[in-house]
């Protein structure tokens, strides 16, 4: 069987109180209203991390580096005609200020109430070990 996978890189964005930052799906994508970790597909050639620091300048307007970038868990979800592995990692330093260039909406969260928020299939494994970690 030939599997074709997406690989998609998010962020944990972990604010001085310990909180992440989450955003909702825009109307014209899929899941639309789920919240999400930010963060996105990554290109041919691209790294995982290099995919993360594009996206998160393109959706969020703020700048990281690599080595701020803390890998911390993965998720591996069938998605309709491809399989989905989701690298999440921690990130506690950025430049800018957090805006919603591309979500309706944007939130800070403790990890606990991550478990209320309607959110995609992928990521909602990834609370309990984010919640461990944080």
Known sequence: MNTSFLTVSAAALVDRDGRLLVQKRPVERAMAGLWEFPGGKCEAGETPEAALIRELKEELGIETHESCLAPACFASEPL?????????????????????????????????????????PADRPLIGLLEALI
């Open 80 to 120: 309709g005609d491809v399989h989905l592995l989701l690298l999440l990692y921690v990130c506690r330093k950025w430049k800018g200020v957090v805006q919603p260039l591309e979500a309706p909406e944007l939130r800070w969260v403790y990890p606990r109430e991550l478990y209320a928020l309607d959110m995609p």
